[in-house]
């Protein structure tokens, strides 16, 4: 599972929108674009190393 700190680091949030965009990719060019892709019930998830984050889960906080 990622990390809070790790995922500071890899995403930014937007509250107004509700969108996660890329601060950090091994992609060229997709720093600044909205993360991840809408599955087909609607749902958005993104994927971060190899593992898929669904993007309206609440996670735990961290200790």
């Given at each position: 599972?990622?990390?809070?700190a790790?995922?500071?680091?890899r995403?930014?949030?937007d509250?107004?929108?509700?969108?996660f965009?890329?601060?950090?990719s091994?992609?060229?060019?997709?720093?600044?674009?909205?993360?991840?892709?809408?599955h087909s019930?609607?749902?958005w998830?993104i994927?971060?190393r190899?593992h898929?984050?669904?993007a309206?889960?609440?996670?735990?906080?961290p200790?």
């Amino acid at each position: 599972m990622i990390t809070h700190a790790e995922l500071l680091e890899r995403l930014h949030y937007d509250p107004l929108t509700g969108l996660f965009t890329w601060l950090v990719s091994s992609r060229p060019g997709w720093v600044g674009k909205i993360a991840g892709s809408q599955h087909s019930q609607g749902y958005w998830h993104i994927r971060i190393r190899g593992h898929l984050y669904l993007a309206h889960q609440s996670y735990p906080q961290p200790p």
